[in-house]
Every structure is written in C-alpha cells, then in structure tokens.
C-alpha cells in the first residue's frame, strides 16, 4: 500500500481555481492508477477523476469534463488535481485515492485500497 496525503484545499469563489497535490509514500507509487474522488456533507462519495500509471490515458466525471485535469509526476510521487471555473456545487472534502489493480482504469470506490485524509474544497457563490 501507499500512504497518501492531499493539500490544496481552501475557500474560493464561484469561477476561481485551485490545485490539489497528494503526496504519496511508500513502495511503487507508478505502479498505482490514481483518481480523485470527493464527498459532500449528507451525499455518497463520488468519483471525479483517475489516471492511469504513467499518466498516458485520464477519465473524468461528466460533471468535471472540461474544467479539471488530473495528472501525475512519478519522479515526486505526487498527483494533481487542476480545477477551474469553480462552481458552488464543486465544495465538497476531496480526497485522493490509489488503485493497486493492473486493469483498466475504474471509477468503484472499492477497488481502491488506500485513500488520503481529504482536503476541503469550498466555493462561494
């Protein structure tokens, strides 16, 4: 397993951006996909978006599509998350996950096998 740990949060306004990093420790981040995922307060977790070992292929949230991107830098075991054009609906606690599997890229919750403490995302109208 990796240990991970996001940063990036804060409180924006509607139309504004931010960048989460997560950090990662222990063996063999690359050989982990990656995704994001966010939950808000009396709602299920949801998937956001998730990239594959070496970063070559991304997938995305419909709601998402278009204004974040997902990406990954193996040499500092860290991935990020871009969000941009902010909306209110976005705040939610964010949290980065690894999935371990060597398959196709997957949005299930339970495939993932460590998960961050989450960052809180909040956007003001």
């Known amino acids: 397993q990796v240990q991970l740990v996001e940063s990036g949060g804060g409180l924006v306004q509607a139309g504004g951006s931010l960048r989460l990093s997560c950090a990662a420790s222990?063996?063999?981040?690359?050989?982990?996909?990656m995704a994001w995922f966010r939950q808000a307060p009396g709602k299920e977790r949801e998937f956001v978006a998730a990239?594959?070992?070496?970063?070559?292929?991304?997938y995305y949230a419909d709601s998402v599509k278009g204004r974040f991107t997902i990406s990954r830098d193996n040499a500092k075991n860290t991935v990020y998350l871009q969000m941009n054009s902010l909306k209110p609906e976005d705040s939610a606690v964010y949290y980065c996950?690894?999935?371990?599997?060597?398959?196709?890229?997957?949005?299930?919750?339970?495939?993932?096998?460590?998960w961050g403490q989450g960052t809180q995302v909040s956007v003001s109208s």
């Open positions: 996950a690894a999935d371990p599997r060597f398959l196709a890229i997957t949005t299930m919750p339970t495939d993932f096998n460590s």
């Open positions: 222990g063996r063999a981040f690359s050989s982990h996909a």
């Open positions: 990239i594959t070992r070496i970063g070559t292929s991304t």
